[in-house]
């Protein structure tokens, strides 16, 4: 583990010639040792042997002031933590822009333009600060059994009712495809539900994996509700209609009623009812 003054004094050849190896000893090696050299000068490298098990590289500052960690023996990054205006790794000129470690809680941050941008914490939650990330596509899976796998948008503020949280799926206008969310249990059934774009811009509800395809509900701005297949086309704003099935009513008790409204149930008598806006019930009879 060779140090040296990296001076050769004048001596004899033989002398000189020991000296000389020492210093080049000292230069290959690094000035290898648990204790920084005695004499140092600006730029130097030393190898510091006080960590149990491996080396670290440092190298002086440009002053001869201090020494500063660059990585070890095994190509592990121990440079300085690092901050969000002067981070640790950097690329090229853009010294105020790339990765540093900001605590224990967050031990991986990176910045642009010298401010925080974003970071990973210790339980590996990624948070994007002020901005957009932009992905091609996101996948996020777990195989551990019992474990739920889950994304989750959440706005922490509560003092402002116009602290929303938006999830938007979005294509590129009417010449584009269908935005939507599909639901599968793998192997077994598909459902999505979406825009179609091709047809009316109604939002659908369809088994399978496409929209349009195999609709089973229909909604249109107009307020119009298909269920089964009616084309909305044919049916007046604010219409329900329903195809190939029944409407099924569970038994009630008489509601409370609503001055806007009439309603139609059915109680446990087994009878149908019609009560109007004024709360007066009128029993419906058959024929």
Do not use: C
Not at 104 to 115: L, M, R
Not at 255 to 275: E, H, L, R
């Amino acid at each position: 583990m060779p140090q040296t003054d990296m001076n050769i004094a004048n001596d004899s050849g033989a002398n000189v010639r020991s000296d000389m190896n020492d210093h080049i000893a000292a230069l290959v090696q690094l000035s290898s040792g648990a204790t920084a050299p005695g004499t140092t000068f600006a730029h130097m490298l030393w190898a510091d042997t006080t960590p149990a098990g491996y080396t670290i590289i440092k190298i002086r500052d440009a002053a001869d002031g201090a020494f500063a960690t660059l990585f070890d023996d095994e190509g592990r990054w121990k440079g300085v933590n690092g901050t969000a205006a002067e981070p640790s790794i950097s690329f090229g000129n853009r010294t105020n822009a790339g990765f540093y470690t900001e605590s224990a809680a967050n031990p991986i941050a990176w910045s642009a333009a010298g401010v925080k941008a974003g970071h990973i914490d210790q339980n590996g939650t990624m948070r994007i600060v002020g901005g957009l990330a932009v992905f091609d596509n996101i996948t996020s899976q777990k195989s551990i059994a019992g474990e739920t796998n889950f994304l989750t948008a959440v706005h922490t503020d509560t003092t402002n009712t116009a602290s929303h949280t938006q999830i938007t799926a979005q294509t590129a206008g009417s010449g584009g495809g269908d935005p939507f969310f599909q639901w599968t249990v793998q192997t077994q059934q598909s459902y999505v539900m979406g825009i179609d774009n091709s047809d009316l811009d109604k939002l659908v509800i369809s088994a399978g994996q496409v929209i349009g395809t195999t609709n089973i509900m229909e909604l249109d701005a107009s307020r119009r509700v298909s269920i089964g297949g009616s084309p909305l086309t044919n049916m007046a704003a604010g219409d329900l209609a329903l195809e190939g099935g029944s409407l099924v009513l569970k038994e009630i008790t008489t509601p409370t009623a609503d001055a806007a409204y009439g309603k139609i149930y059915f109680k446990a008598d087994n009878k149908a009812y019609v009560q109007t806006g004024d709360g007066v019930e009128h029993e419906l009879a058959f024929a």
